[in-house]
C-alpha cells in the first residue's frame, strides 16, 4: 500500500473567498469544483508531505497549512495588495526558508515559504 495524496480540508459555506485567496493570489488550479466542494491545488505536480510540529519555528505558532512557492515576496506583495493582513514576516530563517504568515478568509493561519 502506497500513500497518493493529501488534501487538508477546510469547511465553509464561501468557496468564492477560497477560490479569491488560492486561486486569484496565490495561483493554484482549480482540480474540481462541483458546488459543494472546491479543490485547489498544483495540475503540474503534488507531493505526499504531513508536519506534525510543537511550534511553528522561530517561536511562532503552528500553521494550518504550509505552502510553498517560488517566490515569496511576490506572494507577499499579492497577498498585500489584496488586503489579507501579514501575521508574522517576512523573515529569512535559520533553516533557510523565506516566509510568512497570513490568514486565509477562513481564518486559517497559512504559512507562505520558499526555499533559499
Not at 497549512?65 to 529569512?92: H, K, N, Q, T, W
Not at 526558508?97 to 504559512?111: E, H, M, S, T, W
Request: net charge negative.
Amino acid at each position: 500500500m502506497k500513500v497518493k495524496r493529501i488534501v487538508a480540508n477546510i469547511a465553509t459555506q464561501d468557496s468564492a473567498a477560497a477560490k479569491h485567496f488560492y486561486q486569484d493570489v496565490l495561483g493554484l488550479d482549480v482540480l474540481m469544483d462541483q458546488g459543494w466542494i472546491l479543490t485547489c491545488g498544483s495540475a503540474e505536480t503534488m507531493t505526499v508531505q504531513v508536519s506534525f510540529m510543537a511550534e511553528g519555528g522561530s517561536g511562532t505558532p503552528v500553521p494550518d497549512l504550509s505552502i510553498e512557492v517560488d517566490d515569496v515576496d511576490a506572494v507577499l506583495e499579492a497577498m498585500m495588495a489584496a488586503g489579507f493582513a501579514i501575521e508574522y514576516g517576512p523573515a529569512d530563517e535559520p533553516w533557510r526558508v523565506r516566509r510568512f504568515y497570513v490568514r486565509d478568509p477562513f481564518g486559517r493561519l497559512v504559512n507562505i515559504l520558499s526555499h533559499r
